[in-house]
């Protein structure tokens, strides 16, 4: 999975998710160089709850469920 800046250019690629004691790791490169490993702990990914809105659970749904161009945009726009 890879995560995007504003103007398109590569911020940060997940390689892989994977359960821990602790939490959850991830790893993975920022800005397709510097090696990464970060650890989700429970109680950050229970605070995160409080961006989930039934428009974003919707957007997410509607972009797993979605056809992928080659350039990783759905061709719908917006954001």
């Known amino acids: 999975m890879k ?3 504003s103007d ?3 911020l940060m690629e997940i390689k892989t998710i994977k ?3 602790d939490g959850l ?3 993975g490169k920022i800005m397709g160089a ?3 490993k970060a650890l989700l702990k429970a109680e950050e990914l ?4 409080k961006f989930l809105t039934w428009q974003l659970i919707r957007r997410v ?3 797993l469920l979605a056809r992928s161009s080659k350039d990783g945009q759905s061709g719908k726009g917006g954001q």
Do not use: V
């Not at 229970?46 to 709850?49: I, N």
């Open 34 to 36: 510097m090696p990464m």
């Open 3 to 5: 995560l995007y800046s």
């Open 61 to 63: 749904l509607g972009m």
């Open 46 to 49: 229970q605070a995160g709850r």
């Open 19 to 21: 359960p821990h004691a």
């Open 8 to 10: 398109g250019s590569l």
């Open 25 to 27: 790791i991830i790893e």
